[in-house]
């Protein structure tokens, strides 16, 4: 008797149980899916390859890092030899590297596609200086001349290659020398060399130095328009009369320049958090007017050689996430983690406890009415047997009588457990008063 109602009590308890733990199970299975789309958190530490020191690319990294750590984040600077030198980091994993600029025009989504771009930051016209007491009008006029043409890695070297052979020249017929911008500029202001190649920024230290000196002559590029025609990255720029120094008049015509667009690359599993970061440190860097761009003109969403991100093209079109605008960066991370994580456990647990209540009832009418069956199983086999009663069939009477009397559920459910008593006893009654009569 005791074994038959702890085994009642245990089965009582059994089905709230269940329903606990499928919605437990449910609700661990979809954390995990979540965690495992979100990812983990975003890194503290962030890598980035700059350039050669002074050049454009460092000191508007310097900028970025200064505005990273308001927000908490470490931004370390790898100097490199430029553009090139920084791709080649991106596609390597083992470097470390995450987010660099580049130049245009020197890579595809072919040849790095574990990279993409949070859009284009500011151009980088390419200028060639030369010594003034030397007379070069053109490319072809450099022919023997000892020209620094940037370092092997920048952007400098490749750009200028490609203009060298569009002009049916290469680097075996200059006297090439591999220097950096800062170099270059000494060297030509000096008298070392007769004329340099540089890829940068006009507000860049170097450039307004060279184009302010009366030492040194710009040489434009009457056939700008064509080289644009011939290069889709490349954008016809105008440098005007007299913008390096009004007073000397230098340069002492318009200028017509051609430049590539740097872009702000980075590997495609760094965290959308920190895209966010880094978009909106461009947006501060960049985004005011200058000579070459009018306000607001930059960053830009232009895949110039690299797809935009998906956090970039977001970020273009309604800015910023919503918790990041209004709330400290760590904060609106975590806070925007807990919410995903909270989507799928109030998306399952909510409709599971709304309904447990009536599955629960269920579960209880079920276990009454399991006994109502088999009491209708005596009955019609008491009338298949003409009301002839075996003691097989009073034992299953017996034993069902024992079942409903040891049946443990809430009191909200007794009175149906009490019917289901009354019905047997009535069962009980239509035997005795059959034996009676056949006795």
């Known amino acids: 008797m005791k074994r038959a109602a702890s085994s009642n009590k245990a089965l009582s308890g059994h089905p709230a149980l269940w329903l606990y733990g499928v919605a437990g199970t449910l609700i661990l299975a979809a954390l995990v899916a979540t ?4 990812g983990p958190l975003p890194p503290k530490v962030v890598l980035m390859s700059t350039g050669t020191p002074g050049s454009d690319f460092d000191q508007y990294a310097q900028q970025y890092r200064a505005i990273l750590k308001r927000s908490g984040v470490e931004l370390r600077l ?19 590297v995450m987010v660099a600029f580049a130049q245009g025009g020197l890579t595809s989504a072919v040849h790095s596609p574990g990279l993409e771009s949070l859009g284009t930051v500011f151009f980088e016209p390419l200028w060639f200086f030369v010594r003034r007491d030397i007379q070069a009008n053109r490319l072809d006029d450099l022919r023997g001349k000892k020209v620094a043409i940037g370092p092997e890695g920048s952007g400098t070297r490749v750009l200028v290659r490609q203009f060298l052979a569009l002009n049916g020249l290469d680097e075996s017929q200059l006297r090439a020398l591999a220097l950096t911008d800062a170099q270059a500029a000494e060297a030509l202001l000096h008298g070392e060399i007769d004329a340099a190649a540089v890829v940068a920024a006009w507000d860049t230290s170097v450039v307004r130095r060279l184009l302010g000196s009366s030492d040194v002559t710009l040489v434009g590029l009457p056939r700008a328009d064509a080289y644009v025609a011939l290069h889709s990255y490349l954008t016809k720029l105008v440098l005007p009369m007299g913008v390096g120094d009004l007073a000397a008049n230098l ?3 318009d200028v017509n320049l051609v430049a590539p667009e740097a872009s702000l690359i980075v590997r495609n599993d760094l965290h959308p958090a920190i895209q966010y970061l880094l978009l909106e440190a461009a947006t501060e860097t960049h985004s005011g007017g200058g000579l070459f761009r009018k306000p607001g003109e930059f960053p830009a969403p232009e895949p110039v050689d690299l797809p935009i991100s998906k956090a970039a093209r977001q970020f273009y079109k309604s800015g910023p996430p919503f918790l990041q605008r209004y ?17 799928p456990v109030f998306g399952i647990a909510y409709p599971l406890l709304r309904a447990a209540p009536a599955l629960y009832g269920w579960s209880m009418q079920r276990r009454i009415f399991r006994l109502y069956r088999q009491l209708k199983f005596i009955e019609v086999e008491l009338e298949a047997h003409g009301g002839a009663v075996t003691g097989e069939l009073l ?27 009354t019905h047997i006893s009535l069962v009980r009654a239509r035997i005795e008063q059959t034996k009676a009569s056949g006795d």
């Open 395 to 421: 034992a299953r009477l017996q034993g069902l009588e024992e079942r409903a009397d040891h049946v443990r559920v809430p009191s909200v459910y007794a009175p149906l457990v009490y019917h289901l008593r």
């Open 251 to 253: 340069p002492p015509t």
């Open 327 to 343: 709330m400290p960066f760590g904060l609106a991370v975590l806070a925007s983690e807990l919410l995903v994580f909270l989507i």
């Open 78 to 96: 790898l100097p490199s030899s430029g553009s090139a030198d920084n791709l080649a980091r991106l596609n390597d994993p083992r470097s470390g």
């Open 35 to 38: 965690i495992a789309w979100v």
